[in-house]
């Protein structure tokens, strides 16, 4: 079975929060989803949906959002962004067994998959919105989850590794941070991420093979809203 992955669908049923404020081809970016997602997308395939799914700050505002996610092909599995307020960490398991058969969501842990682990945590890119102190305890917490999911793999003997992420692996316009320090570390093969918006920002990270580890976005926007196959 084929496994892809897309991220930031921002959606907003039940707010007033319409991404259509941005332009371009954030325009009905709902019904491109319902066109170009069951042209790629058996229902046996794997899809990760890499964060920021729901504008809702609450689950009951979220629920018309997760439900047009789960009426979507193929087996879906979410991970954390930085704007999906209803989703604590703490409440993971409960979300697990809400949506049972329906919706996955993963955070921390790791997803295993044939040969492979899909190690899943949100990261973090200081963008210079934080202040400097609250930034690093953002990014050594992400750390930690990341670190903690690769180990667990290991130990269950899992070698070939892939890193979801919400954030890019790097601050903007670097080349390196602790995320692609970790990642080269424990010699992952792979780190998906998004969050990137507009073709101002699709550039501020790492895309291709650098230094032995394939970079791939896949920001919705970035995709036009075409899920991007990841193994």
């Given amino acids: 079975m084929p496994v892809y992955a897309i991220g930031d669908l921002h959606l907003s049923f039940s707010s007033d929060k319409s991404m259509d404020r941005w332009g371009g081809n954030w325009l009905d ?28 700050r609450k689950l009951e505002e979220c629920e018309a959002d997760l439900e047009f996610i789960a009426r979507l092909p193929g087996r879906k599995i979410l991970t954390r962004g930085n704007h999906d307020l209803f989703w604590e960490v703490r409440n993971t398991k409960k979300l697990n067994q809400r949506f049972a058969g329906r919706l996955e969501f993963l955070q921390g842990g790791y997803f295993p998959y044939g040969e492979y682990a899909f190690i899943a945590t949100k990261g973090y890119s200081d963008e210079g919105f934080d202040e400097p102190v609250h930034a690093e305890k953002m990014k050594d917490r992400e750390l930690l989850r990341l670190q903690q999911g690769i180990l667990a793999a290991k130990k269950d003997g899992y070698e070939k590794l892939i890193v979801l992420l919400h954030y890019p692996p790097t601050d903007p316009g670097k080349q390196s941070g602790p995320f692609t320090g970790m990642a080269e570390q424990y010699h992952v093969q792979k780190v998906v991420y998004a969050h990137l918006h507009g073709p101002e920002h699709f550039n501020d990270s790492l895309t291709g093979n650098i230094r032995g580890i394939e970079y791939q976005l896949v920001s919705g926007d970035y995709l036009d809203w075409r899920p991007e196959r990841i193994l």
């Fill in 29 to 56: 970016h709902e019904n491109k989803i319902l066109k170009y997602f069951p042209g790629i997308i058996r229902d046996d395939d794997i899809l990760f949906l890499l964060g920021d799914h729901s504008w809702g």
